[in-house]
C-alpha cells in the first residue's frame, strides 16, 4: 500500500507564495503519474496539475498556469508544488493523488492540506 501525505498548507495574503509537499511511502513507488488536485468548499473537486514520474513531462489546469509549478524529487519520492501570485480564489483543499496508469483513476490520495488566501 503507498501512503501520500502532504505538508505546507497555511494562510497567506493574496500576491504571496507557498510551496507544498507530498511525501510517498510504502511498498515500490512507481507511478505512472503524479498529480495535485483540489476542492473548495461547495465545489467539486478540481484538478490542478500533474507530472509523469519517468520524464517530468508537466500539465497544468488553465486557472493556475504561469503561476504554479509542479516537480519532483524521485530520490525522496516527493512531488511539490510552488504557487506563487496566489489569489483568493486558489482558497481549497489541496490533495495529492498517484495512478499507475493514464488510462486509470487515481488510485491513491493524500488527505490533504489546507490553502487559504486572504484579500
Known amino acids: 500500500q503507498v501512503q501520500l501525505v502532504e505538508s505546507g498548507g497555511g494562510l497567506v495574503e493574496a500576491g504571496g507564495s507557498l510551496r507544498l509537499s507530498c511525501a510517498a511511502s510504502g511498498r515500490t513507488f512507481s507511478p505512472r503519474t503524479m498529480a495535485w488536485f483540489r476542492q473548495a468548499p461547495g465545489k467539486e473537486r478540481e484538478f490542478v496539475a500533474h507530472i509523469y514520474w519517468s520524464s517530468s513531462t508537466t500539465y497544468y489546469a488553465d486557472s493556475v498556469k504561469g503561476r504554479f509549478t509542479i516537480s519532483k524529487d524521485n530520490a525522496k519520492n516527493t512531488v511539490y508544488l510552488q504557487m506563487n501570485n496566489l489569489k483568493p480564489e486558489d482558497t481549497a483543499l489541496y490533495y495529492c493523488?498517484?495512478?499507475?496508469?493514464?488510462?486509470?483513476?487515481?488510485?491513491?490520495w493524500g488527505q490533504g492540506t489546507q490553502v487559504t488566501v486572504s484579500s
Open positions: 493523488a498517484a495512478r499507475q496508469s493514464i488510462t486509470t483513476p487515481y488510485d491513491y
